[in-house]
């Protein structure tokens, strides 16, 4: 199992020590360095900053968002990224929700997001192959364009620069079963947002049919301490702003995940409070079990036997989610 390290996203500002931990991870031997965007930093940039001042780690984005960006958008920034840092990107796409894209991006979400996430994919491989122009008709992404407010005089173009690798690994956020099941056909890896090492059973029919070196990758937030408790007060709060705050009562991705793990009356309760403006309360009721068991948190020796159950399972890759440079040396002495 290798080790990643999860950077996430901005929050009010830049974060100065991003830079420093990034090298201290390559320093230690971990595999891949990881960046997001929410509705403030984008992804790309942040990680294009880091692949300067790196040499070898493998750079990845977890995720960016594919409302964002057109596909081929998407495509020439995964080329420009890959020449500049010598062939180490990793291509991580998320859909993200209604409540995000419509609200922030100004696009209509989906009403086939299985169909959407496939031809943005496809579209992706056709511009990184460049066997030939970029061409689909798609029901969502289509290239030509050939609408109805359209010219019709647009033309299959493929990319001028030609790719430093024609197979960049593309893995995808994908949460709901049907979307995992799609994400092994389609995709190079998986980056599951919760992952229990207690609970695999949740995803085992999705994952049925897995193609030798698909990457599974799950983010989690380790942390070296004494009290176990105050440990994970991080992952509460992360789980009660997602599971609360990012999603509507009736449609949340998150929510219904935790739903799926075992915790639905737990997920239900954390949206009312959450919508009622008691977000303190909504982080209490987050259940220090549930919290538990997707992270790696306490001393030395519980980490060490925790960290076990992770290996043995089909995780591929732990996106560690601390910014803790003891932990970080912690994880990679007990990883080997």
């Not at 979400?109 to 061409?135: D, K, M, N």
């Not at 007060?233 to 929510?255: D, E, Q």
Request: charged content about 20%; glycine content about 10%.
């Amino acid at each position: 199992m290798r080790l990643g390290l999860a950077l996430g996203y901005w929050g009010r500002g830049p974060k100065p020590e991003h830079t420093e931990l990034a090298r201290e991870a390559e320093r230690l031997g971990y595999d891949s360095v990881w960046t997001a965007e929410a509705w403030g930093s984008d992804a790309f940039t942040t990680l294009t900053w880091i692949a300067a001042h790196t040499e070898r780690i493998r750079l990845g984005t977890g995720i960016v968002q594919m409302a964002a960006r057109t596909p081929t958008a998407t495509a020439m920034h995964a080329i420009t990224l890959d020449h500049l840092s010598g062939g180490r990107l990793m291509l991580g796409l998320g859909l993200s929700g209604p409540q995000v894209v419509e609200g922030w991006y100004g696009r209509p979400f989906p009403r086939s997001p299985l169909t959407a996430t496939r031809e943005y994919v496809e579209v992706i491989h056709q511009a990184l192959r460049r066997e030939g122009p970029v061409e689909l008709a798609g029901r969502f992404h289509a290239h030509p364009y050939r609408g109805e407010d359209g010219t019709g005089l647009g033309k299959p173009l493929k990319p001028i620069t030609h790719p430093l690798r024609a197979e960049v690994p593309i893995l995808l956020g994908a949460e709901g079963p049907k979307n995992i099941a799609q994400t092994t056909r389609i995709a190079d890896g998986w980056l599951p947002l919760y992952w229990s090492p207690f609970r695999t059973d949740v995803y085992e029919a999705s994952l049925a049919d897995l193609s030798p070196g698909f990457m599974i990758a799950p983010l989690v937030r380790a942390q070296l301490c004494d009290d176990v408790a105050e440990g994970l007060f991080p992952v509460k709060a992360m789980l009660g702003f997602y599971i609360g705050g990012m999603g509507h009562a009736s449609r949340n991705f998150h929510a219904d995940l935790m739903a799926r793990m075992g915790y639905e009356a737990e997920a239900r309760h954390i949206q009312d409070l959450f919508a009622e403006g008691r977000r303190d309360e909504a982080i209490a009721a987050v259940p220090d079990a549930f919290a538990d068991e997707i992270s790696l948190v306490g001393p030395r020796a519980r980490i060490a036997e925790r960290l076990e159950l992770w290996r043995k399972g089909p995780v591929t890759d732990l996106l560690v989610t601390s910014p803790d440079l003891p932990t970080l040396r912690a994880l990679a002495e007990l990883n080997g």
